[in-house]
Nanobody, 120 residues
Framework: QVQLVESGGKSVQAGGSLKLSCAASGDTEYIARMGWYRQALGRQRELVAEITSVGTSNYADSVKGRFTVSRDNAKNTLDLQMNMLKPEDTAVYYC??????????????WGQGTQVTVSP
């Protein structure tokens, strides 16, 4: 199993910056890609940014140019630097990892989420 713990979520003003972090533990040797998802009230969960083991990243159009995803494979951590925040960024942000092997019948794991609130 892989356990994921997100941190860094809080309330900020529009135009501000915030950094989220995700710490993975457990069977971390099997981690392949890692990503951030978010779910706003009344909306579907959506991909924000993801990054492969070799550093190739992918972003949602709504955050491209404002957010930067990074990872440290030695520390098994995933970060999301968020700049020029907008009220539309308000959501619960979740960390997710995909594995390169099946562990206890699972190949992906979710964190419990961290709340980000951007006020106008």
């Amino acid at each position: 199993q892989v356990q994921l713990v997100e941190s860094g979520g809080k309330s900020v003003q529009a135009g501000g910056s915030l950094k989220l972090s995700c710490a993975a533990s457990g069977d971390t040797e099997y981690i392949a890609r890692m990503g951030w998802y978010r779910q706003a009230l009344g909306r579907q969960r959506e991909l924000v940014a993801e990054i492969t083991s070799v550093g190739t990243s992918n972003y949602a159009d709504s955050v491209k140019g404002r957010f930067t995803v990074s990872r440290d494979n030695a520390k098994n951590t995933l970060d999301l630097q968020m700049n020029m925040l907008k009220p539309e960024d308000t959501a619960v942000y979740y960390c997710k990892v995909n594995l390169r092997a099946i562990v206890n019948g699972r190949y992906y794991f979710w964190g419990q989420g961290t709340q980000v609130t951007v006020s106008p």
